[in-house]
């Protein structure tokens, strides 16, 4: 396997086992495979640019989990709180229709948000009150735990398959000859 030669420093790279003779490969060009690293590492230097569409990945899959009561996971609602909910006329749900469990008013769900967000970092969280015990349950007050604030295999699919094209993208940016036809075509530089 060679990579093409665009002139620059080499690195040998040998494969052996003690008292043979090792396996060698070059590469060449150096200069262009450590000037293509720091495009990229200026690409992931800054996340600021996909944390709204990675919250929203996020996000699509806690509306997911409310929708379908933790996946058909959820403990169905005690009889004496269905009964207190029809009182109180809250018995279908307010955020997602005919999906009671945690969702008597939507206030939970609704404090659902970015907690903080650095060029590094993304925090979600649920600010409510009450999604810490419904989060993880309260065995004194008979509450089970619903674990709302998860990733479950489709989400984390989806999350894995866009910041996939996202490298990507920074990898075809850091490329020269890439880089090149954007400046002719489109007067952009660097």
Sequence with gaps: MGFPSHGGRNINI???VEGKESLGQSI??????LSRLQGIKRGIKDLNIIWPDVFGIIKDGIDETFETAGHGNWKELRPDTIELREERGTGDGARFPGQPILNEYGDMYDSIDVYRSTNQELVIKATDPKASTHEYGDPTSRI?????????GKTLSSLGKYLSN??????????????????RTWGYRE
Excluded: H, T, W
């Excluded at 089970?144 to 479950?152: G, I, L």
């Design 14 to 16: 040998g494969v052996g």
């Design 144 to 152: 089970p735990a619903r674990p709302f604030m998860y990733m479950d």
């Design 28 to 33: 060449r060009d150096v200069d262009f495979i």
């Design 166 to 183: 996202y490298l990507y993208n920074i990898i075809q940016e850091s490329d020269p000859k890439n880089r090149a036809r954007r400046e």
